[in-house]
């Protein structure tokens, strides 16, 4: 009874696409999907409305009011115009930029926008051509817009497409501007509400300025220049994993001054259709395996991957033992954050202002450099909007240094405000170069931060828990844990419970509540042992699963006790896990 009322609802939501002023190319598909004996498609593609998230847009594309498609994208626009054009009366000329990756649809989704926004009186700066999520970010900032769109689903399969939204400060929007535009996004009701037909003396075309300017930002952030003259010839293999980054990665890299940029070619080929790859997502060690077997054959110093849009950055470097191993997305952060505070120190750039931020779920090594270094530090939510938000409420007030994430983000520029694989990408290669220079590999460099700041291991697991009984079991595994959290962990007492969504810290040793200094609450829990681990809690935002974060403690006193401890934390993981059932 209920799947047939269900049906009925989606029949009669699909019959409204056929009679509304949709195009006969999505009238057809629709037919077809009504017309077919398995509905299956039919109600995947019209059950709900695709949401207009705090992120703003992500899904597969496709016809229908829960896909990514040129309505679903025309309301997003339309109600981001309406909020504008409320939000800043008394400016002359709203302005916004538009960027977009290499997914299918994605330049489509780009101009389609850019009449909306024009439509409604409002200039768009349309990038000629993809372009890394970063350099929108910076071209928001740097020609003074209000606010500006990316097209892009990150790494996310083939299937999907997104459209992410950033305000004035080139950042993601966090409140009150996300709820207001979601508000907004959901006035619009019909098609009729959409102001498709543009205004083409309100889109202006650019491209190689702003490529310019930005190139020039990020050359800017050079710290070792003389290193890199003496290591001009590493060899660096390269890999934009089919994406955007193959525009502006090897410029800045050999704009920095190395002359030996070694691509792989398969993946240089610009394609929404990954050819090469299952996932174009530089955590996955399948889709740097080109890019490692080209390494090999060259005898190469590093490897660099970018994701789709040239947000994350992934690396691969040679062992101790001449094997290529991955870096996980917590070590690169680290290791940014030690050259970075290393490099200014020496240089005479601390003044006693700086800072650093990181997320929640990402090691705690950081904070520690940061404290022994007496650098200011910060922990936020998980997205890079977080990190942006510090940024602006330090805004001539403290020194930005870096910060990052354990998704692979990283961030060393004020003038952009997301994380950026094109600046990390030139600065992973300087820090391959300087460490050279130090008489040491980029692993053993690795190394010897774990020997001065304690050795740590992350594992991350997600556990998948579908349909409506799996939101149920999640809510309530986050509510068991919440209310009866494990006393110990591993063998080693819980000592400190953060919980924020109260935002209280428990202090387990003393019994004293203390609040925790979060901009907004979020379902997240954190669990601290006498031993040093760290567990983190929470469900995912846009997947049916439950996340958990584990960062176990270790020792290493010289580079010659890296496997044992590498081991005997990973014999902790397993421990850890046992305790918490996952």
Not at 162 to 183: C, R, T
Not at 198 to 207: K, R
Request: proline fraction near 4%; charged fraction near 25%; include cysteine.
């Amino acid at each position: 009874m209920e799947d047939n009322a269900l049906l009925q609802e989606v029949m009669a939501k699909a019959q409204g696409w056929l009679d509304g002023h949709y195009d006969e190319e999505t009238k057809r598909e629709v037919r077809r999907m009504m017309e077919a004996d398995d509905k299956t498609e039919l109600i995947e593609s019209f059950y709900k409305d695709l949401e207009f998230g705090t992120g703003g847009l992500r899904g597969i594309m496709g016809v229908g009011s829960n896909r990514m498609n040129i309505y679903t994208v025309g309301a997003a626009t339309q109600g981001l115009s309406n909020y504008l054009k409320a939000q800043f009366p008394d400016v002359p000329q709203i302005s916004v930029v538009i960027g977009h990756d290499c997914r299918n649809n994605s330049r489509k989704f780009a101009e389609i926008s850019a009449n909306i926004f024009s439509a409604n009186g409002i200039k768009v700066y349309l990038f000629d051509d993809l372009r890394p999520t970063p350099e929108a970010s910076f071209a928001i900032r740097h020609l003074g817009c209000q606010s500006g769109i990316i097209l892009t689903a990150s790494h996310n399969p083939k299937e999907y497409n997104g459209y992410k939204a950033y305000w004035s400060d080139g950042a993601q929007m966090i409140a009150p501007h996300d709820v207001n535009v979601i508000k907004e996004v959901e006035k619009i009701k019909n098609v009729d509400d959409i102001k498709f037909q543009g205004n083409p003396g309100l889109i202006q075309i650019i491209g190689e300025e702003i490529d310019r300017a930005f190139i020039d930002g990020i050359k800017g952030l050079s710290l070792s220049p003389e290193a890199i003259r003496r290591h001009s010839d590493l060899k660096i293999v390269y890999t934009p994993i089919h994406g955007t980054g193959v525009r502006l990665i090897p410029r800045a890299l050999k704009e920095y001054g190395f002359e030996n940029i070694i691509h792989v070619p398969e993946q240089d080929v610009v394609s929404g259709d990954f050819p090469t790859v299952v996932s174009p997502n530089p955590e996955e060690p399948a889709a740097l395996e080109l890019a490692v077997r080209k390494a090999k054959e060259v005898d190469a110093d590093l490897v660099l991957a970018s994701d789709p849009d040239a947000d994350r950055m992934g690396i691969a470097v040679k062992n101790d033992k001449g094997e290529w191993i991955l870096v996980n997305g917590n070590q690169t952060c680290m290791m940014f954050v030690y050259y970075l505070i290393t490099r200014w120190r020496e240089l005479g750039k601390l003044q006693g202002n700086e800072y650093v931020v990181k997320t929640i779920v990402t090691t705690e090594l950081i904070r520690r450099m940061a404290e022994r270094n007496h650098v200011g530090f910060y922990d936020c939510y998980t997205g890079f909007k977080w990190i942006a938000a510090v940024m602006r409420e330090n805004e001539g007030k403290a020194q930005y240094i870096g910060g990052g994430e354990e998704s692979y983000g990283f961030l060393a520029e004020t003038f952009v405000r997301d994380k950026d694989a094109v600046s990390a990408c030139a600065l992973m290669a300087e820090m391959t170069a300087w460490a050279k220079d130090n008489g040491k590999s980029l692993f053993e460099l690795l190394q010897d931060i774990y020997v001065e700041y304690g050795y740590s291991k992350e594992k991350g697991i997600s556990v998948v828990r579908k349909g409506k009984s799996g939101a149920e079991e999640i809510a309530a595994m986050m509510t068991g844990f919440r209310n009866n959290p494990p006393k110990e962990i591993a063998g080693s007492p819980v000592t400190l419970v953060k919980d924020y969504q109260t935002l209280v810290a428990h202090d387990l040793t003393n019994g004293t509540d203390t609040p925790l200094a979060m901009p907004t609450t979020s379902n997240v829990l954190q669990f601290f042992t006498a031993d040093g681990t760290k567990i983190s809690v929470r469900p995912s935002g846009t997947e049916p699963k439950i996340k958990f974060y584990i960062e176990v403690r270790g020792e290493m006193r010289s580079r010659a006790d890296y496997d044992a401890a590498e081991a005997a934390a990973a014999a902790k993981v397993d421990a850890v896990r046992a305790s918490l059932g996952v």
